[in-house]
């Protein structure tokens, strides 16, 4: 049977190369790979690659091996050194979806962790394959993410060159602002409103395809035009400015839709997030559990180590306020197979995402036994437990993930002088915006649209607010 897992080194990699270690790790990978095979799961090639920690916490931080440059990167940088593991140990692990998929198992950690990290990377890579919501991105990128990402990046630099960095910063600026503000019901590529072929003639670097010309090469997309009215809210921020903004230059249009282009491929890592690291640890369990050729004293630290990933607070007899998606995804998935068996969880991997997963399938009989509730902070700061009711955890678990865990805002009319008007949805989402960071948000889209911009919204209050940037 020919093997789907092949390991290589970084070149800043010394420790373990050419070493025993190192070929007890390939041939550990490659019997996983056997019996991962004879369970059924069924996955794209997997190559993982031995880097050094700094390269791990940069694809962390980037959230791919090579991105755009962008000074915002630098703030979650910090914030990754302090916080990135698997689960509630400090073990680090990475896997991009794709064909052949792409791994990183960190030189620092130990024989027992990269064993545990590449079991555990053959469950997210069956889950990704199988999944419908993974495979319909992935199949929109063209299973090529890492590629398209690092395309970007390229695109980016030329630009930087030519245009200047305050530019190209600006444009980036108001890109990354709305990175979460796509809309999945549509595909990757979709039609503008009108047909714009008359307003298209050079090459998008990106894309390959016609871009908007500026207005000084082509007539204004509002001339002659009673301005966009739409029937209902456009949620595809990204989209709107990169097809409406009439003054956007060609490359500063391509950077909008590459931001998109990435978000597209991150929504279903973030909305399947428990389902998906759930699976992969009940398989990391498994092949560990099934597996005879582990030596005794790698397979006990390994058992330890899947402890230290599944275990739901980060002490003994501690209280967690929050909850470690691989305990609770991993929770889920042995309760529905002990109860529908295996090939129930392959339909229920197939075809649900976290949404459906916790409505579904976190029980109240499974969040009793798992000790979890809801909780209020009062005015002195106290914590107190204030619901055990089910359908209430289960919303408060999976309500920060609606719309990338942003507010919900649309376009509601671009008018016939050009003016942008957006609008909160704060009825559904039940929650004011922070009115300093949003009139940020609306100053960077101003800088592009070069019209005025309006967002009406209300305070923390429920005061209603207008925000506005005028031109």
Partial sequence: MQSNIFLKMNPQVMRLKM??????????????????KNFGLDYYPINFEIVPESFMNEIAVYGLPVRMPHWSYGLRYIHQLIRHSMGNSHIFEVMFPGNPCHAYLVDSNSLAENALVIAHVIGHA??????????????????????????????????????????????LDAAIALEQYIDINFNLQRDSFEKLNNVFDDESSFTGKKSINNINKKNDLFKNNKGIKFNKPEYDLLWVIANYASDLEGWERDIFLAVREESFFFYPVFTCQIMNEGWASYWHARLLRESNFIPDDLYLNAVKAHSDVVRPGTGNNQITLSINPYYLGFSIWEDIIERKG????????????????????????????????????????????????????????????????????????????????????????????????????????????????????????????????LT
């Fill in 342 to 469: 295996l090939e129930k969880a392959r339909v229920i991997c197939k075809e649900e995402d976290d949404f459906s997963f916790i409505r579904n399938y976190l029980t109240e009989q499974l969040a009793e036994k798992l000790e979890i509730f809801s909780y209020a902070i009062n005015g002195k700061g106290e914590i107190n437990i204030s619901e055990r009711n089910i359908h209430l955890i289960r919303e408060s678990i999976i309500s920060p993930k609606f719309n990338f865990g942003s507010p919900r805002i649309g376009v509601s009319e671009i008018k016939t002088d050009g003016s942008l008007i957006l609008a909160h949805e704060f009825q559904s989402d039940g929650r004011g915006l922070e009115l300093e960071s949003a009139s940020k948000v609306v100053e960077y889209i101003a800088n592009v649209w070069k019209k005025s911009v309006y967002l009406s919204t209300v305070d923390s209050e429920k005061k209603e607010k207008v925000i506005a940037s």
């Fill in 126 to 171: 069956d889950f990704a394959k199988n999944n419908n919501l993974f495979a319909n991105f992935l199949k929109m990128s063209g299973n090529t993410i890492l590629e398209r990402s690092a395309t970007h990046a390229h695109t980016i630099e030329i630009a930087i060159e030519k245009y200047g960095i305050d530019r190209v910063e600006k444009t």
């Fill in 19 to 36: 070493t025993d270690e190192r070929q007890l790790l390939e041939s550990i990978s490659q019997q996983f790979d056997s019996l991962a």
